[in-house]
């Protein structure tokens, strides 16, 4: 990224001190404060450090691990520096999604399908991605609805407003909405590694004020780590998943596990068992754009080989937002859903709704 006119060389120097703290080596480095942390991660962005230096940061930083305040940190200029969605007076709190931006390669993600069935049951969902973007380069939110017939690309953050309020859903889109983010895009890639902004992206949401906060993990340490982030951060409601390629897809192949944080009380493990609920079976794989279109049309109406997942993730939120008193209820009204093909219906007003908005 060339630097930024409006760079000095007080500021390069600034960031000069910052790599410095982070690969030192072995003995002598340390970690960021949380300032320090958004101080950094704000210079990168805005075009006061060099690519050499936003490299070195990047990879020492991966190979140190961020600490939970850093992580703090640069979610503190992802907030500040980033788009800002509301919910009207009258909404329900929002559930916002925190799943990797690098997108789906091994299992047919289910998470479209699951904000239609909970947005038709009064819930509204908040989605973040960007591009295809490495290291995975996986299929990504934008491309999945664009195949639903649903392409929320292009919009101006007030339409995505606009639409989150009447309709329940926003996809904040880094291209389009936060571009200044997305300026790290070929530094990620010439890494070939995930640095640690894509950790911060797993613990931000551009909505502001009240909503469950669900993020996705892989490995247990990530899970520890996104609690001590979060709390610093505030958030008072959180669900934490042991997800589909550590996404926010509840598995049926084997037990989910996930847990509760509340800003009053210690996380609360909750281990959920499909087999209990008739939703067990094999995690599908992802083949194609074609498949997945048939298969998540079919599932809308309750059939084919994603019905039993949808069903399943589906009734999970719908008990973990509060919308169902039980996980048993939310089982249940998700089934109703799909009987009566309310996601599909939910698809096809959010359709109409982006057709008049033009653009």
Not at 287 to 293: I, K, L, S, V, Y
């Amino acid at each position: 990224m060339p630097q930024s006119a409006t760079s000095t060389p007080e500021l390069r120097q600034r960031f000069k001190e910052l790599l410095r703290k982070v690969g030192s080596g072995e003995h002598t480095s340390r970690g960021l404060s949380r300032g320090e942390a958004d101080e950094a991660l704000a210079l990168m962005l805005q075009g006061h450090a060099s690519d050499t230096q936003i490299g070195a940061f990047l990879i020492a930083h991966r190979i140190r691990r961020p600490e939970p305040q850093e992580l703090a940190g640069m979610v503190d200029t992802y907030r500040r520096l980033g788009p800002q969605l509301t919910s009207a007076s009258a909404q329900p709190k929002p559930v916002c999604f925190g799943m990797p931006f690098d997108g789906r390669t091994r299992t047919a993600p289910l998470y479209p399908l699951t904000a239609l069935v909970l947005c038709a049951a009064g819930q509204p969902v908040v989605l973040q991605a960007g591009a295809r973007m490495p290291v995975k380069y996986g299929v990504t939110a934008l491309e999945l609805f664009q195949d639903l017939g649903l392409d929320l690309q292009g919009l101006p953050l007030n339409a995505v407003a606009s639409g989150f309020q009447h309709h329940g859903l926003a996809l904040i889109h880094q291209p389009d909405h936060f571009p200044l983010a997305d300026s790290l895009i070929r530094h990620r890639d010439d890494l070939g590694k995930r640095p640690p902004v894509a950790s911060a992206e797993l613990l931000w949401t551009a909505h502001h004020g009240d909503h469950l906060f669900v993020s996705g993990f892989v490995h247990p340490p990530t899970e520890s780590r996104a609690w001590e982030t979060l709390s610093l951060l505030g958030e008072e409601d959180v669900i934490t998943v042991k997800g589909l390629e550590g996404s926010t897809d509840l598995p049926i192949s084997r037990a989910c596990i996930t847990a509760h944080m509340r800003r009053t009380k210690p996380a609360e493990r909750m281990i959920l068992h499909p087999r209990d609920h008739g939703c067990f079976g094999s995690d599908q794989e992802w083949t194609n754009r074609e498949a997945w279109t048939e298969q998540a049309h079919a599932a809308l109406r309750g059939a084919g080989p994603l019905a039993a997942a949808l069903r399943w993730n589906a009734g999970c939120y719908l008990w973990f937002c509060g919308v169902s008193a039980s996980l048993s209820a939310g089982l249940e009204r998700a089934e109703q859903c799909l009987q009566k093909a309310e996601g599909q219906t939910m698809l096809e007003s959010l359709i109409r709704w982006r057709s008049a908005v033009g653009g």
